[in-house]
């Protein structure tokens, strides 16, 4: 057997199969691997291995005298299930071993600030994460997807994790789905269907209310407001704490990056993808969001949107106007306007941080954005005395 030391940690490499035949031998030759190193940590790199039977895993087990926690990597699906059948998987840290995934030749759909959605066939789409070390926030998100499927929400679950060159993609099957921005290019008449559906699902997700732990956004905005402080008076950042303060906490659900990219038409079924931002809160946070996506991203530079969206900056603002309609049940343009202002207001200081967290506050383009990012905080909470509606 092969064994490599990292640090505290032995990794052994299991090759072939493992049976009654030969599991003493292989179990004396884990025992010379361990007294040779004395190592504190266990991994067993699994990609060789064939097959293990119970004689097999009996060896493993009284390893677990010897060490706390013992990890199984690169597993493949037939070793997988028989870990699975036996209750390994209960015992033992096991992770499966990823198969490759070619996207050379596949039409990118979507993109986010974690990964891009490409469509692999009419059947099949793939997310993949822009992070080489995304596999924990892989797990998180198909823990979020199956926390809003359980709760009723029309989400799309991933069914493989893969390999994408160096990084890691998550595998959806989508028979023929469209997402509404698809949609809405195909025909513009399809504008109105798109908008009304993704406001009756929007509104179902708000008012979902659950008591699992899921992230709160207020937290998150008063780390926002606290991160671009630098840049505020101090009675601006005192009144704008105030404010996100104020918000009423909720349970209710939030997606936390809703717009047409994100949402797909499967079958006559609306479904949602990109759950890793899925959280809960005010709406106005919701609205926040969305209102960056469909115009904040352009306030300086509308080619921004444009080639986010490949539509152009006024359509997507169209879409941004009719959707609060919807939502509100009014075309008062008054009310309608101060419920931009609120929006704008939470999306404008998100923006800020964005830009200081990926280091561009010195750029041109950066400090073009803060500044008008600034201008409009500075303007709004002049005249805005709360968010909530």
């Not at 997988?80 to 992770?95: K, N, R, S, W």
Request: proline share 2%; glycine share 6%.
């Amino acid at each position: 057997m092969k064994a490599e030391m990292n640090g505290k940690a032995i990794t052994i490499y299991l090759e072939g199969h493992i049976s009654s035949v030969n599991s003493v031998e292989r179990g004396k030759e884990i025992d010379r691997l361990l007294k040779e190193r004395l190592p504190e940590k266990l991994v067993f790199d699994a990609s060789g291995l064939k097959y293990i039977s119970s004689a097999g895993l009996r060896v493993i087990l009284k390893l677990r005298k010897r060490f706390e926690n013992i990890k199984f990597i690169n597993v493949s699906a037939e070793v997988y299930e028989i870990f699975d059948v036996t209750g390994f998987t209960e015992l033992f840290d096991v992770e499966k071993a990823y198969r490759h995934f070619d996207i050379s030749n596949c039409e990118m759909i979507g993109e986010g600030a974690n990964g891009r959605v490409y469509r692999v066939n009419g059947d099949t789409i793939v997310k993949v994460y822009k992070d080489a070390d995304a596999l924990d926030d892989i797990k998180r998100e198909r823990e979020l997807s199956r926390t809003a499927f359980l709760l009723g929400i029309p989400t799309a679950i991933s069914f493989d994790v893969v390999m994408v060159g160096e990084t890691y993609g998550v595998v959806f099957e989508l028979l023929n789905a469209k997402s509404y921005l698809e949609l809405m290019k195909e025909d513009e008449g399809n504008l109105e269907f798109c908008v009304r559906e993704s406001i009756r699902v929007l509104k179902m997700i708000h008012s979902t209310e659950t008591q699992g732990n899921l992230p709160r956004q207020s937290r998150d905005a008063l780390k926002w407001a606290d991160m671009i402080k630098p840049h505020l008076a101090a009675e601006q950042y005192n009144k704008l704490r105030k404010l996100l303060e104020a918000l009423p906490e909720t349970g209710y659900l939030l997606h936390g990056d809703y717009h047409f990219k994100n949402i797909m038409l499967h079958n006559d079924e609306t479904l949602l993808i990109d759950m890793d931002t899925l959280c809960t809160g005010h709406p106005v946070y919701e609205l926040a969001f969305m209102y960056n996506a469909y115009v904040g991203y352009g306030l300086t530079d509308k080619s921004m949107i444009e080639d986010f969206f490949g539509v152009s900056a006024d359509l997507t603002y169209r879409i941004w106007r009719r959707s609060l309609e919807l939502y509100f049940d009014t075309d008062d343009k008054d009310y309608l306007d101060m419920i931009e202002e609120k929006a704008s207001l939470i999306g404008c200081v998100r923006l800020m941080r964005r830009v200081i967290r990926k280091g561009k506050e010195d750029t041109p383009d950066g400090r073009k954005l803060m500044d008008a990012c600034y201008e409009r905080i500075a303007r709004l909470l002049r005249r805005v005395d709360d968010l909530t509606f």
